[in-house]
């Protein structure tokens, strides 16, 4: 049973996964796409706030933006995998699946990031989160009408079925991925971890109903 973070906890952790997404997604557009990318993102990149995270990290000797801006977003992945566990967890072998993605997206995403250098020894894994991205999102739907799995409410194994297209609507709205997904997992997680039926829900019902038995 994970019954670890509380209902509150994984709704706080889910909040940060998203915001520290979004904090990250302006910088690290415009740094990949440069001219191309959003207004948004390249008005955003020019206000004191960014200019002056950019000039710290100068100062500190990393300049390497698309890999600061880039690897930091395994945070959300983690902090994800945190947040949806108790829920995740009540699902059974599907639902863990689902959450070891998440887990095994967060190494990926630093480790393809470090790599992303020509001549890096790991080069080969740059680039590996898209394609896992869209792993999570097709086990999603497993996770959904997995057989043996608990029945999950409707709303829930709707969202599950629909992790890819979210995904990849995030991502078309964002103009980036893994930062744009991250963002918008971190809602669903939200909603998980204050409204989905979680693992240590029956084991506590089962603890009142004794605690009436004996009291009666």
Same mark, same amino acid.
């Given at each position: 049973?994970?019954?670890?973070?509380?209902?509150v906890?994984?709704?706080v952790?889910?909040?940060?996964?998203s915001?520290?997404?979004? /904090?990250?997604?302006?910088?690290?557009?415009?740094v990949?796409?440069?001219?191309?990318?959003?207004?948004?993102?390249?008005a955003?990149?020019?206000?004191?706030?960014?200019?002056?995270?950019?000039?710290?990290?100068?100062?500190?000797?990393?300049?390497? $933006?698309? &890999?600061?801006?880039?690897a930091? *977003?395994?945070v @959300?992945?983690?902090?994800?995998?945190?947040?949806?566990?108790?829920? &995740?967890?009540? %699902?059974?072998?599907?639902?863990?699946?689902?959450?070891?993605?998440? $887990? %095994?997206?967060?190494?990926?995403?630093? &480790?393809?990031?470090?790599?992303?250098?020509q001549?890096?020894?790991?080069? /080969?894994?740059?680039?590996?989160?898209?394609?896992?991205?869209?792993?999570l999102?097709?086990?999603?739907?497993?996770v959904? /009408?997995a057989?043996?799995?608990?029945?999950?409410?409707?709303?829930?194994?709707?969202?599950?079925?629909?992790?890819?297209?979210?995904?990849?609507?995030?991502?078309?709205?964002?103009?980036?991925?893994?930062?744009?997904?991250? %963002?918008?997992?971190?809602?669903?997680?939200?909603?998980? *971890?204050?409204?989905?039926?979680? @693992?240590?829900?029956?084991?506590?019902?089962?603890?009142? %109903?004794?605690?009436?038995?004996?009291?009666?």
């Amino acid at each position: 049973m994970r019954a670890w973070p509380n209902r509150v906890g994984c709704a706080v952790l889910a909040a940060i996964a998203s915001l520290w997404a979004l /904090f990250l997604l302006p910088q690290q557009t415009v740094v990949w796409s440069g001219s191309a990318a959003p207004e948004w993102a390249i008005a955003l990149t020019r206000t004191p706030f960014y200019t002056g995270i950019r000039t710290a990290l100068a100062e500190a000797g990393l300049l390497d $933006l698309y &890999l600061m801006f880039g690897a930091a *977003a395994g945070v @959300s992945y983690v902090l994800l995998w945190l947040a949806m566990g108790p829920t &995740l967890a009540r %699902v059974g072998w599907s639902g863990r699946v689902y959450g070891a993605l998440l $887990l %095994v997206l967060a190494v990926v995403i630093v &480790l393809s990031y470090l790599n992303h250098g020509q001549g890096a020894p790991l080069r /080969f894994l740059w680039g590996w989160e898209g394609p896992l991205l869209i792993v999570l999102g097709i086990w999603g739907i497993v996770v959904a /009408f997995a057989p043996g799995a608990k029945r999950l409410p409707l709303w829930e194994a709707i969202i599950l079925g629909l992790t890819l297209p979210i995904i990849a609507l995030a991502t078309f709205v964002s103009s980036y991925y893994p930062h744009g997904p991250a %963002v918008a997992l971190g809602l669903v997680a939200i909603a998980f *971890a204050l409204w989905a039926p979680r @693992s240590d829900d029956e084991e506590r019902a089962e603890e009142h %109903v004794e605690a009436t038995v004996h009291a009666g």
